[in-house]
């Protein structure tokens, strides 16, 4: 858990990263002959694999953005926050996509290489304006984005555009001009999710980017816990733990930064709203998971301690709530704290 990989820091900000790896993984073993009738049946388990997909998205996102959102404050004090429209948007074509390709088209009623809204978070600032899931984007405060060479991080660039003042969109929906304008953005963390497919259980944080897989949303299906995890891997992120060496590897993490993101992670979970009462306990599901680490290595302390260490962080989380104390982790968000 939380180690971030060299090769997916190059794929920044992609909503379909895990798609593509997915896609990438499969192609050079030969595959098997099928009949007509399992060919069909791809099609069709490929539609079910996209829908499974953008649903454990929205999951994530609903639940990253209470994150990023309520933290703002203690994000802005470490200079690392950014504007959100609330909104996701991305566009499919087989050079990105592969096969995935006539799914995600069919799921989006879309063509290729054209804008869609696949995510957006309820009462954020797009929704407010009326923009609707599966919206076709046409242009972005009068700019028609040119998708025909290298990709484009379409939900960065407009909430880069936000920041700037009001963005209009020029949209399509169920085919017909719609044109909506989103006065303000919100002020988030900047950190941004993306789902990893597979079912290994791994989290990790890439300094812009929080990433959690299939698995540790399966192992973690309350979002109070979900939460505990992805707090810490934003910890990571606006700790500025995530650093990369003179060849642009990964420095390694230690044991010392783990236990501060812990800690930090779980008052951005409180301060979110999350109920902490057993936020511990995830780390006894995640050392039945991965008994390995029940007794820790070089880079992550012992399991046991950091359910131990995180027991104590949560009393005196639930001891500043009830003394009406502001949540501020004490040394390591705000400095001089
Ligand atoms: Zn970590």
Redesign the pocket.
Known sequence: ??RARDFLSRLLGLVLVALLLAACAQAPKPRPVLSPEAKKEVQVQLEFAAESFYERLDRLNAVGYRLITANEPLCHQRGRVRKSLGLTADYFNKRDHKDWTPSLCKMWGVDENTIVVIGLIEGGPAAKAGVQRGDVIQAVSGRVYDLSGKRVLVTRQMDELAAKGPVTLKLLRAGNPVSVTIPTATDVCDSSFAVLMGDSVNAFADGKNVFASYGIMNLFPKDEDLAVVLG??LA?NILGHVRKDGNGKNVP?TPE??TD?DAVGLYFAARAGFDITNAPSVWRRMAAQNPAHIRGGAVHPSSASRFVDLEAVKNEILQRQAAGLPLIPRPRVVPGE
Do not use: G, L, T, V
Request: net charge negative; aromatic share 0%.
């Open positions: 858990m939380m810490h891997e990571h993490s930064k783990e993101a």
